[in-house]
């Protein structure tokens, strides 16, 4: 998604081609992302886009109006004048490490929240993973609360990645 804000803009984003890697300026930031000026052309760098980082409250805390930025582009719509753009792209993705490195494994983490279904625990600064509530005792839990509290450290045994679904399967059974 893009706005463009002349001839200039217009040429600059029939130029762009998907995969390649640009400089730009952040023009503006929205709650949905930011928008990055390339010669004239602002492109979107949707939330999702920004970082890797697994938790961050504001795009204003990731990226700044005027601050330049390398962005790669995820793609082009000249017809409608837009253009996705991506920071996170060219970082290395940090759950394809931690799934080669850490499966199988036991592992330390802290309990980032307890809910209904079981409890959230943060086994890497950029993401959690699930203890589903069968996985929290030895006997099955009626109330993960009975089990675990916000913010408890604990050992967890890395059971499962999805990476399409981005998601961590942990359980506490010894």
């Not at 999702?48 to 980082?53: N, P, Q, V």
């Not at 792209?89 to 980032?112: K, S, T």
């Not at 307890?114 to 109330?143: K, M, T, Y």
Request: glycine fraction near 10%; hydrophobic fraction near 45%; charged fraction near 30%.
């Amino acid at each position: 998604m893009a706005e463009t804000a002349d001839r200039g803009g217009r040429t600059v984003l029939e130029t762009l081609k998907r995969g390649e890697v640009c400089k730009g300026v952040v023009s503006s930031i929205e709650r949905f992302g930011s928008f990055v000026d390339i010669g004239g052309f602002h492109g979107l760098v949707n939330a999702a886009e920004l970082t890797w980082a697994h938790h961050f409250y504001a795009v204003s805390g990731i990226v700044e109006v005027g601050q330049e930025v390398t962005i790669v582009v995820l793609d082009v719509d000249v017809e409608r004048e837009r253009a996705s753009f991506s920071l996170k792209a060219l970082y290395p993705d940090p759950l394809e490490e931690f799934a080669r490195v850490q499966f199988g494994r036991v592992i330390p983490g802290r309990v980032e929240r307890v809910v209904r279904i079981g409890a959230f625990v943060e086994v890497h600064e950029n993401f959690a993973g699930l203890v589903p509530i069968h996985e929290l005792a030895e006997r099955d839990a009626d109330e993960p609360e009975s089990v675990l509290r916000n913010g408890d450290e604990v050992i967890v045994e890395v059971v499962g990645i999805n990476m399409h679904r981005r998601r961590i399967l942990l359980s506490l059974r010894p």
